[in-house]
């Protein structure tokens, strides 16, 4: 079974341009959710799908940041126009909503390899 | 979310045990524990979790306090692919995102 999958494993772009990054959730995974980890701190969850509907985006950090993910397969997120601090790896994850055990603290996470953003 | 405590880095022997510690004084009453780790050019995965009572499997064994204010990740068996920063997390009841502390890079000495 193939696992989450990130697309591009490495963008640099200069400041004031756009990225657009893109992750594969396993399959029949209702759940995707955006991290990342700027400048050598620590992962930060910046929102959470259910489907194609956002059901947490708290952790967005500006209007800058924009995630879609039609159809409730896979999940793009662009950041428009990119500033110097938005440098960091970006994470995907997913999970399977599992009825009843999400709700008692068991979602494993499936965490793809990141996408790491260098902007100039 | 409750946040969670743990030592910067710690060192093992190869092919001896390893206790990673965590603390987590203001654990809630509904709080899970999740422990994931991230090897070198990855993205995290999954550990172990336990909510009262030890839990082991496959990979390690989980070892929560009494009081639940602190856990404790087992490795019975360091090896070198065991070296990775371990994340000790707590998820709340009903809650599905994670907060990662800072972690503990374990380093395996051959």
């Known amino acids: 079974e193939a696992g989450v999958t990130q697309f591009p494993s490495h963008s640099v772009i200069e400041k004031g341009q756009t990225v657009t990054l893109r992750c594969d959730p396993i399959s029949g995974h209702d759940n995707l959710y955006w991290y990342r980890r700027v400048m050598g701190k620590e992962i930060k969850f910046l929102l959470h799908?259910?489907?194609?509907?956002?059901?947490?985006e708290s952790g967005m950090p500006n209007n800058r940041f924009l995630a879609e993910r039609t159809g409730g397969t896979y999940s793009t997120l662009k950041v428009q126009p990119a500033e110097l601090e938005d440098s960091g790896v970006y994470f995907c994850a997913s999970s399977q909503a599992v009825p009843g055990l999400a709700d008692l603290g068991y979602n494993e996470q499936f965490f793809g390899p990141g996408t790491r953003l260098t902007v100039l | 979310d409750a946040k969670t405590t743990q030592p910067n880095s710690m060192e093992s022997n190869e092919e001896e045990p390893v206790h990673l510690p965590c603390n987590h004084s203001?654990?809630?009453?509904?709080?899970?524990i999740h422990w994931y780790r991230q090897l070198p050019s990855q993205g995290p995965e999954y550990v172990i979790h336990g909510l009262t009572s030890n839990v082991n499997n496959r990979m390690a064994s989980l070892a929560i306090a009494e009081d639940r204010k602190s856990s404790t990740l087992i490795l019975h068996r360091a090896t070198l692919r065991d070296a990775a920063v371990y994340y000790c997390?707590?998820?709340?009841?009903?809650?599905?995102?994670?907060?990662f502390g800072t972690g503990t890079s374990l380093t395996v000495i051959p």
């Open positions: 203001t654990i809630s009453g509904t709080d899970y």
């Open positions: 799908f259910v489907k194609e509907s956002k059901q947490d």
């Open positions: 997390i707590l998820r709340g009841f009903g809650g599905n995102q994670f907060y």
